[in-house]
C-alpha cells in the first residue's frame, strides 16, 4: 500500500493546506516520505459533519453488526501484513517483535469489544414493571439503557503506535459504543496511523456503515486538536499523553458551551513498596526484576516503575547494590522521538544536579542519536515530602528510590503521593499484616493495586483498570484498557411507558438479544 | 426537639460566629426562630477533616452494617413525628400532605438505598481468572470492584426540603457508596435541616459508626459553600439548584489542584411535544393535564413542563382554548421563598414583556406574599428560534407554546434545544411513525424520554433516569434520583495476584456475600 499523506474524511481522501510534517525514524534521524500535511478548521469541520450525521445510525446498528464492524477492522490491520510492521519500526523506532506484539493485543482488543458488544452488559437494562393499582399512586412502566455519548475526538498516543493510537482501544471502546470517531493522529508515526486509518476506512465501507463513523486528520494540536475538541458536535474525548496536554485539553472541553468529558490518561510514576521481609528475603531478586521492568521498551509505559520506596537497612542496601550491579550492563535504546529522548534527558539532568539526590548508577549510554541511558537514583523520604518535584514522571527508563527511617514514615509517604496508575507491594507471608496498612492508602491512589509483580504489563480484559486518581488520569471513575473502556462513552436513557413498537429492542418484553437485565432491582439472566 | 441553630459537626454542636439568617415562613413573611449563624473556613476545616479521618472505617463497612445505617436513618427521620412536618410547613408553604409525602418518599429512598447496598450490583464485581500456563505470556489474576470516592459535599435544595435535601437523594446515595457526607443546609429551611441533620447525627451514634460520617453546616453558598467545594478533602459534590449556582460549583471544582466531579441538577424546561393524531383526538384533555402537572406544587419542580411543541391549526386551537378556560381557575399557591417568587416574576414579566411572545392566560393573583400566578404563552417556532432567551427556565408555574409549520419545523426547534431532564411524546397509535422521527432526537436531548404522561413526579426506583446533557446537569452519565445515583460516588479499582488474606471480601473465592459477579467476563448470579 502506497502512503500518500492524504487525511481521511469519511470516505474521502483530502489534501491539506496546512504545513508538512515528515516521520523521521529516531534511530537515524533520517525523513521518511510522504509529508504529512496538516487539517485545520475545514477538515475539522468537515469531519465532524461527517460524524454528527452519522451518529444516529451507528448507535442504531444491531449488536451483531457492530460486533462485526469490530472484527472487520481487525482483520484489515492484519490484511496489511508486513508493510505495516516495516513501517511502525522505522517510525518509532521499536523492535519487531513488540510491533508483532503490539498488532497482536490490538486486534486482540477490537475482538474483545466485539464480544463485549454481543453480550450487551454495557447496555445495563433495567426494567421497573408497572404497578397500575399502586396507592397512593399508580406506578407507570420504566426502562433503562446506555446509549452511545455521540462522536468522540481520539487523540493519538506515541508509546503505542497501534494499541493507543488510530484503532487503539479509545477508538474500539468508541466504536463498541456506538460513537463514530474522529481520530488526530500523532505527529511522531503518521504512516502507521494512514494504514491503519485505510483499514478503519474500509471497514466501514465493507460493513456498509455511514461514512461519517470514521476520519482521520493530521495536524497541530494547538491549532486542529483544539478546535477539534471545541467542536459542539464532539461529544467526549480520549487522551494518553502528556499532563501538560491532558490539562489543556480539558480546560477547552470545560469552557465550552457544553462542557464535556475528557478522558486523558496523562502522568503517573507507579510507586513500588518493597515490604520488610520481602526485601530482607528477595533482596537480589527483587533489584533484577525492577531494573528489567525499569528498562523494557526504554521505560516508555505509563506504569514505568518511577517510584520505589523501602525502610533503609542493610535489605534496601543489598537491593541498591544488586540494583547498580544490573544497570549497568542494561543495553541504551532508541527513544521514540526526539522529544521525547530531550525530555528525558532533562529530566535526568534535573535529578542528577538536585543536591538532595544520590546518583546510584547509570546504564550503557549509547552512541546512536535518541538512545535512552537507563537511570536510577535515590533520595530520602525527608527530602522526597520536601521538594514536590521529585514526584513529577520523568517519561523513559529512569526511577527514584526512596530511603524511609521506618514503616510509618513510608506509609506517610504514601499519603502524600499524587494520584497514580498502579502502585504495588512487595510481599512475603510476613508482610501480612504491614500489607493491610497499605491497601486502604494504595486503594486511594491507584487505579491498579498489585502484589508481588512490577506495573509495566496491562491485561486488556474485564477486570483490568488502566486509569486512577488526577494526574495519572482526567476522571477516576474510569478505565482506558480493558472492556470497562467502554462506558467512557456511554449515558442512561430511562424509557417512561413507551409502547413495545416505539422501545429500543434491548428493552422490549421479548428481549430479543437474551441480555441480562435487571427486573425491579434484581439481576436476571437469560440462559 | 428544640431547635438550636447550631452546627452539627460529628457529633459535636457548634456555634458559628457568622452573619446569623433566620427562616422566613414565605406566606406571612413572619421570621421564624431560632437564629443560625454562618460557619466558615473554620468549620469546613473540622467536618471535612473529621470526614476524613472516617472515611477507610466508612467504606469498609460490611454492606449490612451500612444497610442498617441507612435503614436506622428512615427511622429516626421518621421518629421526630409532626415537629417535622409543622416546621417543614412553616419554613416552605408547603401543604401538610405534600410534606408528608415527601417524608415518606424520602425514607423509603434510604430504604432503597438499603436495599441497593445488599444486593451488592453496584460494586460491578469483575474476576478474571489467572492463567499461569499461557504463551506466550502468562495471565495473572486479575479482580475489579468499585470503592467510595471519599467525602461528599452535598448542596440541600430549596424545592425539595426533605428529598432532596439534608437526608435526600444526594446524602442516601453517597452514604449508601460509602462515602462521608458534609451537607451544606439550604437557608430557606435551616430548622427542617436541624431536625433532619440530628436524625442522621443520631443514626450515625446509633450505628457507632465513626462520627466523621457526616456535617451539617449553615452558611452562604460564596463563602462557606466555595469553600466546601476547594477543600481538597472533599473528593465529589452534589447540588440541585440554579444553573448559575451549579456553573460556579463546576469552575471551583475543576480548578482545584486535584479537580473532582460536580454532580449539579441545574436547569430544565422539559419539552412535550403533541403529536398531531392525539393533539386531535385529545386536545382537550391534553390542556387540562397540562394546566394539573404546569401548576402543581407552584410549579416548582425541576420537571415542570415549561416548554408545549405541536403544529398550528385547529386541534391546537381548541387545546389553547381550553388551557385558556382552565388555568384561570387555578388558585394561586405560595412560593418556597421571596427570592423565588422574584425571579419567577421577573421570568414572567419578561415573557408578557416580549414582543413576540403572546399572552394565554394567567391563573388566578394572590393577595398573600409570594402567591404564584400561573402564566401560559405561546410563541411561533421562527421566535423561538431566533430568540435564544425564550429556551431559558422560568422556575415556577410558566410554560411556552411554540407553534409550529409542520412536523419538519417541530424537529427542527428539537434538535436546537439545550440538554433535558425530561422530554415527552403526546401520542395515539397513529402517531407512531411520527414518533419514530422524534425518538432519536428526544434520546440525545434528554434523560428520560416519556409517552403519555407529564414530567412532574420521578419514581425512585432502579430503572430512574433523573439527568440529562448540560445544562440539565453538569454530567450527562449521571442520575441523581433512582439507585444508579449510587454510581456518580463510586470508582472502579483493580486487585491484581493479591493473596485471599489481603483481598476486600466482595472479592474472594469464597464470595462471602453472595454477590453477582463478571467472570471472565460473564455475569454470574449465585442462588
Known amino acids: 500500500m502506497n502512503l500518500t499523506g492524504q487525511l481521511l474524511i469519511g470516505q474521502n481522501e483530502v489534501v491539506a493546506a496546512g504545513a508538512a510534517v515528515w516521520a523521521v525514524n529516531p534511530a537515524t534521524g533520517e525523513k521518511l516520505e510522504p509529508a504529512y500535511h496538516g487539517g485545520g478548521h475545514e477538515e ?5 459533519k461527517l460524524a454528527e450525521s452519522a451518529s444516529v445510525a451507528f448507535r442504531s446498528t444491531s449488536l451483531e453488526d457492530r460486533a462485526t464492524f469490530l472484527e472487520t477492522i481487525a482483520a484489515e490491520i492484519e490484511a496489511i501484513g508486513e508493510p505495516l510492521v516495516e513501517r511502525c519500526m522505522l517510525e518509532t523506532g521499536l523492535p519487531k517483535a513488540r510491533i508483532e506484539g503490539e498488532r497482536g493485543r490490538t486486534c486482540g ?7 463485549v458488544v454481543r453480550a450487551g452488559e454495557w447496555l445495563d437494562v433495567r426494567l421497573e414493571s408497572a404497578m397500575p393499582e399502586r396507592q397512593p399512586l399508580p406506578r407507570v412502566d420504566l426502562r433503562q439503557q446506555n446509549i452511545a455519548l455521540g462522536p468522540v475526538a481520539v487523540f493519538g498516543a506515541s508509546n503505542f503506535p497501534l494499541a493507543f493510537s488510530v484503532a487503539g482501544g479509545d477508538t474500539a471502546s468508541a466504536f463498541a459504543a456506538g460513537c463514530p470517531v474522529v481520530v488526530k493522529a500523532h505527529s511522531a508515526h503518521p504512516g502507521t496511523s494512514e494504514l491503519v486509518g485505510r483499514a478503519v476506512q474500509a471497514a466501514v465501507a465493507k460493513c456498509t456503515l455511514p461514512e461519517g463513523v470514521f476520519s482521520l486528520l493530521y495536524g497541530s494540536g494547538t491549532l486542529l486538536g483544539q478546535a477539534l475538541v471545541a467542536d459542539s458536535r464532539i461529544k467526549a474525548v480520549g487522551f494518553t499523553g502528556s499532563r501538560h496536554g491532558g490539562v489543556a485539553l480539558m480546560k477547552i472541553a470545560q469552557s465550552r458551551p457544553q462542557p464535556i468529558p475528557v478522558y486523558a490518561e496523562m502522568s503517573s510514576i507507579n510507586p513500588v513498596f518493597l515490604l520488610p521481609q520481602a526485601l530482607d528475603s528477595r533482596a ?36 541498591l547494590a544488586t540494583a547498580k550491579q544490573t544497570i549497568v550492563n542494561v543495553a541504551p535504546q532508541t527513544m521514540l522521538t526526539e522529544g521525547i529522548h530531550q525530555a528525558y534527558a532533562n529530566g ?5 544536579g538536585n543536591d538532595n539526590v544520590t546518583l546510584q548508577g547509570y546504564g550503557e549510554a549509547g552512541s ?10 535515590s533520595t530520602t523520604a525527608n527530602q522526597f515530602l520536601a521538594d514536590e518535584s521529585l514526584g513529577d514522571e520523568v517519561f523513559g527508563a529512569c526511577s527514584l528510590v526512596v530511603e524511609c527511617d521506618d514503616l510509618e514514615q513510608m506509609r506517610l509517604v504514601a499519603t502524600q503521593l499524587e ?3 498502579t502502585a504495588t507491594l512487595q510481599m512475603d507471608d510476613e508482610d501480612l499484616e504491614v500489607a493491610q496498612t497499605f491497601l486502604p492508602i494504595l486503594e ?4 491498579r493495586v498489585m502484589v508481588n509483580g512490577w506495573p509495566t504489563g496491562v491485561e486488556v480484559c474485564h477486570a483490568m483498570v488502566h486509569g486512577g486518581p488526577f494526574p495519572a488520569t482526567s476522571d477516576a471513575r474510569s478505565s482506558s484498557v480493558g472492556s470497562s473502556a467502554i462506558q467512557r462513552f456511554l449515558r442512561p436513557v430511562c424509557y417512561q411507558n413507551l409502547p413495545q ?9 421479548t428481549n430479543p438479544e437474551n441480555l441480562s437485565r435487571l427486573m425491579d432491582g434484581k439481576r436476571v439472566v437469560t440462559v
Do not use: H, W, Y
Not at 535526568?348 to 542528577?352: Q, T
Open 44 to 48: 475539522v469541520e468537515q469531519a465532524c
Open 109 to 115: 482488543q477490537l475482538r474483545l469489544f466485539a464480544s
Open 348 to 352: 535526568v539532568e534535573a535529578l542528577a
Open 368 to 377: 546512536q542519536p535518541n538512545a535512552c541511558q537507563t537511570g536510577l537514583f
Open 419 to 421: 494520584g497514580q496508575l
Open 444 to 447: 486511594e491512589k491507584a487505579g
Open 501 to 509: 413498537a416505539l422501545l429500543p429492542e434491548a428493552l422490549r418484553d
Open 284 to 319: 537480589t531478586s527483587l533489584a533484577e526484576g525492577f531494573i528489567g521492568s525499569l528498562s523494557m521498551g526504554a521505560g516508555q509505559f505509563c506504569t514505568n516503575p518511577g517510584l520505589i520506596l523501602a525502610v533503609r537497612g542493610d535489605a534496601l542496601d543489598r537491593f
